[in-house]
T-cell receptor, first 113, second 116 residues
């Protein structure tokens, strides 16, 4: 089945650690996105990528890094510079063009311990 | 700055009643999306509205788009408990918005609770 797979579903990070969240899609979508969601809030864009080997900062990129070495994959690293990383992270992908409807993965809940 | 505002943010309604959720946005766009999110879950696409005057219906939900008023509505008819969830609208910003096409801007969501 086509879709977006995020892993892990739950992730615990110690203070000062970097952690990487995985996002893979087999929808042949060009664009991929990472959003952060805090309790009771909407989604805020962290990074997005329109094509392989290119990505752009979103509204809250500080403390995060990404790579896009393959069309199917867009991993997000939460670095130790991100002071408040506890949140629900959602990866999405879309086509590029007239209909940019985004399809979402199941999310990763990151907690700092 | 592109803003997307939903209201109400919280909505408690009884089964069988009708209600409308509003989504206003601050710049021109003719592409708007509605999503549903259940607690702790991901976002599920409900409607894709791609032109002025677009109206789409699925079951007890109907969405419409007025690009001149920069307004979309999500109308709930004869609510049932299964509709309890948080509903988000998202706008596709125009090319001249300082960024690139495709990175949706989301409202804060409307948390709907349908009670018997």
């Amino acid at each position: 089945d086509g879709g977006i797979t995020q892993s892990p579903k739950y992730l615990f990070r110690k203070e000062g650690q970097n952690v990487t969240l995985s996002c893979e899609q087999n929808l042949n979508h060009d664009a991929m996105y990472w959003y952060r969601q805090d309790p009771g809030q909407g989604l805020r864009l962290i990074y997005y990528s329109q094509i392989v080997n290119d990505f752009q900062k979103g509204d809250i990129a500080e403390g995060y890094s990404v790579s896009r070495e393959k069309k199917e994959s867009f991993p997000l690293t939460v670095t130790s510079a991100q002071k408040n990383p506890t949140a629900f992270y959602l990866c999405a992908s879309s086509l590029w063009g007239a209909n940019t409807e985004a399809f979402f993965g199941q999310g990763t809940r990151l907690t700092v311990v | 700055e592109l803003k997307v505002e939903q209201n109400p943010l919280f909505l408690s309604m009884q089964e069988g009643k009708n209600y409308t959720i509003y989504c206003n946005y601050s710049t021109t766009s003719d592409r708007l999306y509605w999503y549903r999110q259940d607690p702790g879950k991901s976002l599920e696409s409900l409607f894709v509205l791609l032109s002025n005057g677009a109206v789409k219906q699925e079951g007890r939900l109907m969405a419409s788009l007025d690009t001149k008023a920069r307004l979309s509505t999500l109308h709930i008819t004869a609510a049932v408990h299964d509709l309890s969830a948080t509903y988000f609208c998202a706008v596709d910003p125009p090319l001249n918005y300082g960024g690139s096409q495709g990175n949706l801007i989301f409202g804060k969501g409307t948390k709907l609770s349908v009670k018997p």
